[in-house]
């Protein structure tokens, strides 16, 4: 009798050990990579011109638009950024998970992108120079396209916005990021805002006395991490550049998002995040 019930509690902790792993899984799969959350933030920025203040700019980064991410997710999300009639739509790299044949598919999802009252801009990210990063004709293939749907790439370029300098950085790992061919040229009193896809290019040399934002992504945040332990896997040399604001070296500050998309259909503790700042002087 005593074997019987002991039995039975047995069978019943291994069937909740079961459900639970289970349910665990169908959630880091099916359930967060697709539930982004909408992180509103402050934008501090010296000599901030006045007509800029209390502007908006959101920030969607990594999106990975190709085979491993739901087009009707992006879509989705697109619709939702547009819905906020944001001044400036600024993009952190990682358009797509992009091959030889993404440059259509490309073209179908970002002809649906939400464009900025003021500007659209972005940079490239690694995995927008193929799968190995090292194919400058695919990224150069995505100029175009991404420019017919109203997103200027800056690469190593810095564009005026109402009086704020937007410099965009190329990718480090495709060995395109080079700051100084542009920061040299630029007046560093003039206010400015970076951006840069990989954190790691805060520590990198070349940026002229730089202090402000940089805004990135890359990391994705880790995509899936225990509750109160930092990421375990994370594609960055400093490790201290997982996400969300983080004093850099030599006065800068990074701003990194935990991205839209995903590389791996998983994510866990690490929600996608679409940033929503409002710019104020500083
Ligand atoms: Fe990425």
Redesign the pocket.
């Known amino acids: 009798m005593v074997n019987r019930s002991r039995r039975r509690f047995l069978w019943k902790g291994v069937g909740s050990t079961v459900a639970l792993a289970a349910g665990t899984g169908l959630y880091t799969w099916r359930i967060e990579p697709h539930w982004v959350e909408f992180v509103e933030r402050v934008l501090p920025i010296v000599n901030l011109p006045q007509a800029l203040a209390g502007r908006t700019l959101v920030q969607l ?2 999106l ?1 638009v190709g085979p491993r991410v739901d087009d009707d997710y992006v879509l989705g999300v697109f619709d939702r950024v547009r819905a906020l009639a944001p001044d400036i739509v600024a993009f952190t ?2 358009f797509t998970e992009n091959h030889r044949w993404m440059a259509a598919h490309a073209r179908r999802v970002y002809s649906r992108v939400p464009v900025g009252r003021l500007a659209t801009v972005g940079v490239f ?3 927008d120079y193929g799968p190995d990063w090292r194919s400058p004709e695919l990224a150069a293939d995505l100029v175009p396209v991404l420019a017919d749907c109203g997103i200027r790439v800056l690469r190593n370029e810095v564009v005026d916005v109402a009086g704020l300098d937007v410099v965009g950085l190329d990718d480090l790992w495709a060995k395109r990021f080079q700051p100084a061919v542009v920061l040299a040229y630029r007046n560093a009193a003039k206010p400015a805002l970076v951006l840069s ?1 990989n954190p790691d290019t805060a520590d990198e040399p070349g940026w002229l006395g730089y202090e402000g934002w940089i805004l990135s ?4 945040g880790g995509q899936c991490k225990p509750p109160f332990l930092p990421p375990p896997v994370i ?1 960055v040399r400093n490790r201290r550049y997982t996400s969300g604001e983080i004093d850099a070296t030599g006065g800068r500050r990074l701003y990194i998002s935990r ?1 839209v ?3 791996l259909m998983v994510r866990f503790n690490v929600r996608p995040e679409v940033t929503v700042f409002t710019l104020q002087r500083a």
């Open positions: 980064s990594d990975h790299g990682d990210g690694n995995h896809h992504g890359h990391t994705h594609p991205g998309g995903h590389s």
